[in-house]
Each structure stands twice: as C-alpha cells, then as structure tokens.
C-alpha cells in the first residue's frame, strides 16, 4: 500500500476530527494506575507528589513507526533531536534541561552511559515497553546522580498477578520500506509468573544529513535493522516473598553519514542491555524488603574508516527497606552501591568509579494532606559525599482540588569522557572537574473530576558549575572541559484533558526561558514555546485520533547565532478491530510533509505511514 493510496483515506478522517488535544494521551478514568518511580515504592498515580506523567500501554500500541524518543516528544515538558533518524544519537531535552541532566533507567536499573552520559535511544524498541514512568523535577535524593531535570524509568512487559496464558503479535510495513514484527506471551499461575517478548524492524531510512553538515554530508539513504528480546521469571513461595528476574538485550544496526569518501556506508553497531535480580520479602505487618542486583551493558561499534569501539557495564546493588510506622506514614531505608567500569580499549587514566548511597524517604498522607521528603548522601571515588534532599507537599482544598508546592536538589558526575579522555583530536579530559549542581522549586494546581483533569506547574531550576568544552589552547594543541557556565530555566506548563463521550480532548502549552546566565543566551536546541494537541474519536468500534504539536524556532549554538526555524507537525492516527482478536491499526505521521530541523544539518522524516496488525489472545 502507498502513500498516494492512502492519502485520500486520511484526508477524509482529518476532516472528520475537530484538531485539538495531547498532555497525556491516557483518558482521565486511567490515572489510578500504580506507578513505583515518584517515591520509590507502589502508589496511586492520582496520590502522587510532583509532576509525572505516565505513557501506558494503549499510547504505546499507537506508536506505529515512531521511536521511543518521539514517543516521549508527545508529552509535556519534553523536546528532542536526532542526528538523522531513528538509528542516530539522539538525546532528550526534559524540562528545558540538558539530555545528560536526566537519570534514564529500564526496569528501575540505570542506562545513562559511564562514558558520555548519554543515553542509547535508538536501540530500544517500544514493542518491548509496558509503560513510561516520567518524574520531572531534580530527583537526586531519590536517584542520586544525573537527575538534574527529572527521572524517566522505562518500564518492560511482564508477568504478574493469578492469569492465564495470553499471547500477543504485531505486524507491521510502511513508508520507506519499513517492516516491523513483536511478538510475545506472558501469565502468572501456581506462585509462578513469567513473560517473553521479542522484536525486529527494518527500514531503508531517509538520508541523514544536509549539506549544511558539509564534513558529514552524502545524498545516500540511512537505513537500520533493530531486533530486541526481554523476558522476565519470578515466583511468590509463599506470601508476600517473590524472587524475580527481568532482562532486556536490544540492539541497533543504523546508517549513518561520514562524508562521501567512505567506501562504505558507515554503520553504528548499538547494543543496550539490563538484567535484574529483586527480592521483596514481607518480613512483618509493617515491614517490606527488597534487595536487589542489576547489570546494564552498552557497547558502540562505530564502523567508519576511523572505526571506534566504546563499551561499559555497571553494576547495581540496593537494599530497601519500607517501613509503615502507622496508617497513612511509610519510611524507606536505602543502601546502595554502583559499580561503574569502561571496558572498551581506549587508553584512560582511570576506567572505573563506584558509588556508595544512603537514603531516607518518607511518604505521608493524613487526610487532605500529602507530604513527601527525601535525603540521600552519595559518596562517589575522587570526589566525597554529596548530599541532596527533596520535599514536597500536597494540599487537597477539596474533593477535586489540589495545590502543590516542592523543592529539591540534583547533581551529576562528570562522565569518564569529562574526567579521563586521553589527548587527541585537539580534546582532553580534566580530572579537576566538579559535580554539575541544581536547585529546582516548583508550585503547581490541579482539577480533577470523572471527565476533566486540568494541571498548572510553574518551576525554576538553578544549575551551577555546568560543564562545557574550555577555549583551545594552541601551545598544548588541545581544549578541556571546564566548570564556568551557570544556568537559570523557568517554566510554566498548562495541561488539560476532558472526556465527552467517545471523545477525549487533551491539550498542553509550555513557556520556558532556558537561560546561560554567564552570556544571556538561550541553552541550545531548546524552544521558548511548545504547544501539543490532540483529540481521539470513537465512531462505533472505529478509532480515529489526530495529534499536533508545535516549537517555536531555538538555536544550534551557544552563541544564538544559527537559528533553528519554529514547525508544526500533524500526525493523524485510526484502529479498526477485524475480529475479536485481530486489529488494524494505521498510524500517519507528518502529514504535511514538513520539512524541519532539530539539529542543524540533521534531516528528519518527512511524511511517513504504517499500518499495524495486532493480534491479543
């Protein structure tokens, strides 16, 4: 099926659909959903402190084409680049704040790489997903280091519960020869819970890059393959006392440009992988443990004429202890170690760091009030302790009215590359460098009722120290990173949700200033404005959705002299069940064809369609 055929048919359901709508894609009547990320522990999303929102199951399954990164530029407080597609680096800017400013985890384990402190997007597969968990805010006293902007912890499909056997599938084929297929099974029965899930796509891509990047640049398609496997085993031998294992192995197989010399199409080899061992153990009324193992693994094959391997792995160990001193009071104890080692062959000075952490969390809710407060300690090789503490709290004015206000602080490492990078290619690393600093506040209200969630967060967060790239020094042939930039992002997010029968409107604005405080300038690559809307439509057991969102224009350097042009993308979305078992699913994305840019040079995917079949036993 084309593009050209299908177009009419989209057209059609566009004219259809009143455009307006997406904070949340979720209906409000979902958002008693439990999340773990805010606090530590099981809650209530509705009995949250802070700023979070959750991407679940049925958004994902609407994901079609679009990668977790896009997945995630649909929500609030999130913006994004790529360096030309999918397969490409690509980073997540949350709340204005820098990508490596954002603690990301899988199944609670950390991935932010030891080594750039970047993240690999591009090898994970949304097939793989249960849901997103995304807490914005400085969250270091629950996480420790990286979480300057917010947490987002990416949650796999698993077993759970008493239930039988089911199975599912996806098929799917669109715009640049794309093919994707996932397939898995999960259950829970006799104390025993378990799942599988499995995924592969393929793609010719798009040409990566413009000739604005001219080192880069070759008119060439980039194309990638992307296959992907989790599973997880657990077993409740007696009540309340369950061993359980998960895993996650993704990798990605992605084209990108290099120049028109290379006699090859440059190829990154990415593979981002997880596995965690948890025991939570009830040892009294009041009592609850959890102690746990994890190991999370990257490696970079970068095939070019100048080919480069970067690999790491980190080692995670933690003790929770939650204790419910009374009705409505939970303290957690936390001890917890990370064990950081580069394994790839470059030359540093130092190829390994741990982290030893303790934190205290309390969670408290008396009747209309809600209080959170946390303090953690991380005592990190080379650099001693740092202290970080968060407090919330949570007022209810009434049955449907809350007010909110928090405070809390974040730091971040500097990467092995900060500290250690042997000289070469005019760079080197410093080992004199400090920790990043934040100070964030924030106050919010909400409205909530069976049809109607309305949301107001106004925050600011202070960075100090910020690391960034020291003027080129001819006598030593090289620069350093060095701690002199200083940073002030303020913002005011609107959110809005109401249901109307079989329609369900959403709709949120944000305001940032991302300000370097040292020149006036704007932070790179961030918008002042975004707005994004979207509107889902029932007729019958017809589905139809529509979203937009819009940026206003940002700049590609520090100096705001490159400017990056505002844009407005449409994406139109509709699912048919053809039996009880088997849907269709087509997802339309970039009707229009805009022609925008997030990374100077970069190209991104004009308009692109994929339909879906999706099997559920």
Known sequence: MTLLSIRP????????LPLIATAQTAPVAKLDQIVVTPSRMAQSLKNVVGDVTVIDQETLQKAGQSSVAEILQRQPGVEIYSSGGPQTTTGVFLRGTDPKHTRVMIDGMRINSPTSGSVNWQAIDPALIERIEIVRGAGSSLYGSDAIGGVINIITKKGGGDRALSAWGNVGLGSQDTFKASAGFSGASQGWDYSLASSYGTSDGFNATNPLLDWAYNPDKNGYTQHGLSGSLGYEWAQGQHLGLTAINTYMDGQFDNGSTEPRTPRALTRQQAYGLTSTNKLSDFWISRLSASLSKEAIDSRTK????????????????????????????????????????????????????FSLIYRGDINQHHLQASVRNDNISGYGNKVTGGLGYDLDISDNWTVGLAANTGFRAPTFTDLYWPSGFGYQGNPDLKPEKSRNIEGHIRYTDDTTELGLVVYQNRIK??????????????????????????????????????????????????????????????AKQNYKVAVEQRFGALKTGAEYQFASHRFEDPDNSQRLGSYGLLNLTASYPLTSSLEAQLRWNNVFDKDYTLARGYNNAGSSVFLNFAWRM
Do not use: C
């Not at 980190?314 to 303290?331: C, E, I, K, M, P």
């Not at 790239?469 to 001819?474: E, F, K, N, R």
């Not at 109401?498 to 369900?504: F, V």
């Open 9 to 16: 048919l989209m057209v059609a359901l566009a004219g259809a």
């Open 465 to 526: 120290d910020l690391i960034s790239t020291g003027p080129y020094d001819a006598a030593l042939g090289y620069s350093m990173p060095i701690n002199t930039k200083n940073a002030r992002i303020t913002g005011v997010t609107l959110t809005a949700i109401k249901q109307l029968g079989d329609t369900t409107l959403s709709a949120s604005a944000d305001f940032t200033n991302p300000k370097d405080l040292d020149t006036g300038n704007r932070l790179i690559r961030r």
């Open 306 to 357: 100048a080919p480069s391997i970067f690999s790491s792995i980190q080692r995670q160990y933690s003790w929770q202890n939650d204790l419910t001193l009374a009705q409505g009071h939970t303290v957690s104890l936390l001890a917890e170690r990370q064990e950081e080692r580069i394994t790839h062959s470059t030359i540093q000075q130092q190829d390994q760091r741990n982290t030893n952490a």
